[in-house]
């Protein structure tokens, strides 16, 4: 590891698992001083005290703007600024098969982590980066924000107005130096898309993850698993001045899903000629 973001410090949201996890332990192997914000207080602790004097963790619900709002003054209290707000925090809702099925008693739930956090995080942290130099924004969206489909609409129009959010706020904060993108994660393997019983024992735990994992590869032309790592690494890279010029994207990490269909349908229709000409 080298030293990318020495002297800075920086705020990840639902860091006790999963991308924002990843994305704490890369940070401080690149010289940030991190503070981990989460519901999840014990595994938060842990991870924090696991990185000495380069990490802090402060319980924090994002869809309360008054915590986030004393998430940002701690972590400027504690390490002495703030630089780089990685707004992670999220969560899938209810999983019903048909909308017609949902009963849209998450939605407040959802929207209000899901984009109210976000939009709370990125403006206390701009507000202080505003007086401060700037600094780097980063949003953690989603492919259902992206692509239309069946299923989690909830969870699909917050991810959405993230994506639309990320770029009006870019445009909205530049004039301040402070840079504003986001992330479009794919089959990312994380408890948020295990799919197993909270009840299951590892064995059933395993297999959901090979069974569920298999249905993932069907529309992701890279047939490659997607880990945290693989999204903390983007993360990374928009929060270097590696990206000092980018600034309002939304960038997919994803293994090709959001690239096109991987079918070849042309081979599909030639199977079928045949099978019609010679049945």
């Keep these: 590891m ?35 914000a989460d519901v999840d207080a014990r595994q938060g602790e842990e991870l924090a005290a696991q990185f ?17 709002k004393a ?28 909308f017609l099925d949902d009963d849209l ?18 403006q206390a942290a701009a507000r202080h980066m ?4 700037g600094g780097v924004i980063i949003n953690n969206a989603s492919i259902a924000g992206v692509l ?7 969870y699909r129009a917050s991810k959405a107005a993230v994506i639309m959010f990320s770029k009006s706020s870019a445009i909205d904060f530049a004039e301040y130096g402070i840079r504003v993108n986001c992330l479009a994660p794919g089959h990312i393997r994380t408890p948020l898309t295990s799919f197993a019983p909270a009840d299951a024992s590892p064995e059933v735990a395993e297999r959901v993850k090979q069974a569920v994992g298999a249905a993932f590869d069907v529309n992701q032309p890279l047939k490659r698993t997607g880990y945290p790592i693989d999204v903390a690494q983007v993360v990374l890279f928009l929060a270097s001045d ?26 599909e229709i030639q199977a079928a000629r045949a099978r019609a000409i010679k049945p």
């Design 242 to 267: 590696r990206a000092a010029q980018v600034t309002g994207i939304v960038m997919p990490v994803d293994g090709g899903i959001t690239a096109g269909d991987p079918v070849n349908h042309l081979t």
């Design 2 to 36: 080298g030293q990318e973001l020495a002297g800075k410090v920086a705020i990840v949201t639902g860091a006790a698992g999963g991308i924002g996890r990843a994305t704490v332990e890369l940070f401080v192997a690149e010289g940030a001083k991190v503070v981990l």
């Design 71 to 98: 998430l940002v003054a701690y972590a400027v209290s504690h390490f002495g600024g703030l630089h780089i707000m990685f707004n992670n925090a999220g969560i899938s809702g209810a999983q019903y098969p048909r």
């Design 130 to 133: 505003s007086k401060h130099g």
């Design 105 to 122: 008693k998450d939605f407040q739930r959802v929207i209000g982590i899901n984009l109210f956090g976000v939009m709370a995080g990125s």
């Design 148 to 154: 239309p489909g069946q299923a989690l609409m909830t």
């Design 52 to 68: 000495g004097a380069s990490a802090a963790f402060k319980r924090t619900d994002v869809s309360d703007a008054d915590e986030v």
